[in-house]
């Protein structure tokens, strides 16, 4: 596809249990961003990644949070022990370099009951 | 700390012009202003970007004060379409965060 994919769209998981959120970038973009929108808000900076390296992961809220980027194209951005402070949409983007025009993917809400 | 503010809400006809202000009195010398819109259950877009130019794309325009402490995005002929939560953002030029505040959200009205 052209653009960003995030899979799945939409994710219900009960408290306390373990949760992966995927994102594809564009093809060949290699700066790849999480942000988390919560109900009314903006969203907001979770980690960046250059390549395969997390070079900025300042925005995780604890430990329980963990994103990964393997071979420098697709992204998973793990939650343990999920809370229901969690639930919000994750969005994932990505851009050609670190300052160009970020690609944003339509988001994964993530429910947590 | 938001760096910029942003009326919350307006509303807009249909085939007029829409400007959307927004203030940021503390920006730097090195910094960008930056226009995102988020349309209801879509991630958000890259609408346009100045440093003290007005600039214009097939999108929007952007004019920006001489002194750079406010700037407006003007939509030339909204459409229905064109509802969306729209979002500037100051940013330096080789930063790789979009800090985003609240936005304001736009109706356009038949």
């Known amino acids: 596809g052209a653009g960003v994919s995030q899979t799945p769209s939409n994710k219900v998981t009960e408290k306390g249990k373990y949760v992966e959120l995927r994102c594809d970038p564009i093809?060949?973009?290699?700066?790849l961003y999480w942000y988390r929108q919560s109900l009314g808000q903006g969203p907001e900076f979770l980690i960046y990644?250059?390549?395969?390296?997390?070079?900025?992961d300042s925005g995780l809220p604890n430990d329980r949070f963990f994103a990964v980027r393997p071979e420098g194209s697709v992204s998973t951005l793990k939650i343990q022990r999920t809370e229901r402070g969690d639930s919000a949409v994750y969005l994932c983007?990505?851009?050609?370099?670190?300052?160009?025009?970020?690609?944003f993917g339509q988001g994964t809400r993530l429910t947590v009951v | 700390d938001a760096k910029t503010t942003q009326p919350p809400s307006m509303d807009c006809a249909e085939g007029r012009a829409a400007n959307l202000p927004c203030n940021h009195s503390?920006?730097?010398?090195?910094?960008?202003v930056y226009w995102y819109r988020q349309i209801h259950s879509q991630g958000p877009q890259y609408i346009i970007h100045?440093?003290?130019n007005n600039e214009t794309n097939e999108m929007a325009s952007l004019i920006i004060t001489e002194d750079r402490k406010s700037s407006t995005l003007i939509l030339p002929h909204a459409t229905l379409r064109d509802t969306a939560v729209y979002y500037c953002?100051?940013?330096?030029?080789?930063?790789?965060?979009?800090?985003f505040g609240a936005g304001t959200t736009v109706t356009v009205r038949a």
């Open positions: 953002i100051v940013r330096v030029a080789n930063d790789y965060k979009l800090s």
């Open positions: 100045g440093l003290k």
């Open positions: 990644f250059q390549g395969t390296g997390a070079a900025d």
């Open positions: 983007a990505s851009s050609r370099q670190q300052n160009t025009e970020a690609f």
């Open positions: 093809s060949g973009h290699t700066a």
């Open positions: 503390t920006i730097s010398g090195n910094e960008y």
